[in-house]
């Protein structure tokens, strides 16, 4: 019988994990190696070995009514997309308001997860600690690994001829703050990403010149769409999802790439995929195509090979006087507190795992590694029923039948994010229904019609998972109805 879980992190996933537990009365104990809650979101003027770090300006790429937790909304009064002070401030809150916090043991690293002596039999684990230089080892009947996938940097230099020459400096893009101290400099960023695209932008600001080096194009959207409303809430619908399973994948596609040029043609920009129906995560960027217009920031091809003092690119061109290149070539998924690092990890660095959350080769399903899946939606609403899921699974619940596909991770390349990507609707419709909170089309059409054409046709934001069955939230059906009021506000 599982009673006491051991939560890693007290980010996104931490919070919602000890939150789930507790509902299903389950003791939860959570480890955070900082001294707060928000695990990304919580901002250090300084990179910190072991943990998540953000630049002063994040923004979120979701909107307040796509990524709130979906029984917890944002302030009616926040903006539809966030700076990473207010998210932090609503993590807080949210920690507070459910109780969380006392189940919190900060400043407290986890060192090692192994495996009980007895685990074939009790299914236990051995979570070793460490706290003011004190060392301590506890048994727990289960263990949430709750601790993000962009802690441990990707640095590809192999992939870099010559970077062991270049003069200047050069560091990953986690160590990136604030633009300032580039002043006057010309900069290399390499890796057409969310933190790639953020930080040629900003740095164009100051910079005498810089040129953003992509290998394989990315789709670059804006966070505000058709009349100014967010993009998620117009793209990720129920029955956009419909609209996609049951069209000829050329006319999906060829839709598809026609929206993504719809603001403006992306190979003119020389930002197009190599893959034009790549469906891989966009980046989110309202001033790129303006900053390349106005000639300060540059698209580059991949760099062919690095210099002294100067870059060539793979079209032949040379970039003179580079003074600091920044690597935003993403991050490798890392676990080094797994004792056993082929629970959770395969030959090559892959990571499978059934629904992308449970290792599939272990003879009792006690541990779940929560928030490594990347869909198109937002984090929040995928880790609360990535949680609630797992609890089930800990206890025993579900998991009655193999028979969805085991997803599949592979660490981000530079230029090129081979991480699976499911659909989101699809995704989180698989858990739901697992745990019986699946939206019911057909009983919310005769008895709710109203609410059922919003749920199909509205945007699916977070609040459509705690409408019905186990965990039901009773303000559920208010807050879908009210969502386009909150986002006008």
């Known amino acids: 019988m599982v009673r006491r879980v051991a939560v890693v992190g007290a980010g996104v996933s931490g919070l919602a994990a000890i939150k789930c537990c507790l509902e299903e009365g389950l003791e939860p104990i959570c480890f955070e190696r900082s001294d707060a809650v928000g695990g990304l979101w919580y901002y250090t003027d300084k990179a910190e070995e072991g943990r998540a770090s953000i630049y002063r300006t994040v923004f979120t790429n979701s909107c307040k009514e796509m990524s709130c937790y979906p029984d917890f909304p944002f302030p009616d009064d926040y ?4 700076h990473n002070t207010r998210l932090q401030h609503y993590l807080c809150k949210y920690a507070e308001h459910f109780g969380l916090l006392q189940h919190i043991q900060f400043k407290t690293l986890v060192t090692k997860v192994r495996k009980h002596p007895n685990f074939s039999v009790t299914g ?31 640095l590809p230099f192999a992939d870099f001829p010559g970077i062991e020459k270049f003069k200047g400096c050069y560091f990953h893009s986690r160590e990136y703050k604030e633009p300032e101290k580039f002043r006057g400099k010309k900069v290399l960023v390499t890796g057409l990403g969310n933190s790639g695209s953020d930080i040629a932008v900003e740095l164009s600001t100051v910079a005498s010149e810089v040129c953003l080096s992509t290998r394989s194009g990315s789709w670059v959207m804006s966070r505000v769409w058709d009349n100014g409303y967010p993009w998620d809430m117009l793209v990720i619908t129920r029955f956009q999802t419909w609209l996609g399973k049951i069209l000829p994948r050329a006319l999906s596609d060829w839709l598809y790439v026609r929206s993504m040029n719809r603001s403006f043609k992306h190979e003119n920009f020389g930002l197009m995929p190599l893959d034009r129906a790549s469906r891989k995560e966009p980046v989110f960027n309202d001033d790129l195509p303006g900053r390349i217009a106005c000639g300060v920031v540059v698209i580059k091809p991949n760099v062919k090979q690095f210099r002294e003092t100067s870059v060539l690119f793979q079209d032949g061109t040379v970039q003179d006087d580079v003074d600091v290149v920044v690597f935003a070539t993403g991050y490798i998924y890392s676990y080094p507190f797994m004792e056993d690092q082929s629970i959770i990890k395969s030959r090559d660095n892959e990571v499978i795992l ?15 590694v929560i928030g490594l899946v990347q869909t198109l939606g937002a984090i929040m609403p995928t880790v609360d029923l990535q949680c609630r899921w797992a609890v089930k699974v800990l206890q025993g619940k579900t998991l009655t039948s193999l028979s969805f596909p085991f997803l599949s991770f ?5 230029g090129n994010n081979t991480t699976l990507q499911p659909d989101y609707i699809t995704y989180m419709d698989e858990l739901a229904s697992a745990i019986g909170v699946k939206p019911s089309m057909m009983k919310l059409l005769l008895t709710d019609p109203r609410l059922a054409l919003e749920v199909f046709f509205g945007p699916c934001t977070p609040y459509q998972f705690r409408l019905m069955g186990p965990g039901k939230w009773r303000g559920a059906r208010k807050a879908i109805l009210t969502q386009w009021d909150r986002t006008l506000r």
């Not at 903006?79 to 966030?82: E, I, L, Q, T, V």
């Not at 059934?354 to 779940?368: D, N, S």
């Open 354 to 368: 059934y629904k992308g959350i449970i290792p599939p080769q272990l003879e009792k399903p006690t541990i779940a």
């Open 124 to 154: 236990q684990w051995e979570v070793v600690t460490q706290r003011d230089g004190k060392e301590e080892t506890t048994v727990f009947d289960a263990v949430m690994v709750c601790s993000g996938h962009q802690v441990y940097p990707n």
């Open 410 to 414: 592979l660490p981000q390349r530079q």
């Open 79 to 82: 903006p539809n997309y966030m």
